[in-house]
């Protein structure tokens, strides 16, 4: 499906945006609007509160689900509580929980960088750890094992 704007014929990419700033601001890191307008999309702020995400997707050929605080363990079955899990948005996760089921139902492209890599791990019914260290590939000292090199290769989908 071609959600292209009619006024341009470079695609529209939705951005998630960090929770508000102490001046109350959305904030999206500028590497990324960078990176969309380097590639020749045009970048679209998506902020976390807006109810119907299917709508935001309408206008959109691709999405970004940007990195941030630590998404609220409670999403994938962890205490919620837990002491070393840090800028918790009860209001981001709800967006981006909806946005990212909606992106994946629709089969729409999508790039998670970190905490949206995460949460598309999640909502695939994956499972999380709130703590690396506490992983079962984690060495005694918190160290990650086990892990891969991945090579993303260009144009791959």
Not at 35 to 52: D, K, M
Not at 137 to 152: N, Q, T, Y
């Amino acid at each position: 499906m071609n959600r292209t704007s009619p006024f341009s014929n470079r695609p529209l990419i939705g951005v998630t945006t960090r929770n508000r700033n102490d001046e109350g601001d959305f904030v999206a890191p500028g590497r990324y609007v960078d990176a969309i307008r380097a590639a020749g999309g045009i970048p679209v702020l998506f902020p976390p509160g807006e109810s119907e995400p299917q709508v935001l997707l309408s206008w959109v050929d691709g999405l970004v689900l940007t990195g941030g605080g630590d998404l609220c363990p409670s999403t994938y079955g962890e205490d919620p509580q837990h002491p070393q899990v840090r800028y918790v948005n009860a209001e981001r996760d709800r967006f981006e929980v909806a946005l990212a089921q909606a992106v994946l139902a629709q089969g729409i492209p999508v790039l998670g960088i970190c905490r949206g890599m995460q949460l598309l791990n999640v909502v695939s019914g994956g499972k999380l750890f709130a703590v690396a260290g506490r992983s079962p590939f984690a060495s005694a000292d918190g160290v990650l094992a086990g892990m891969k090199d991945v090579l993303v290769l260009k144009y791959a989908r």
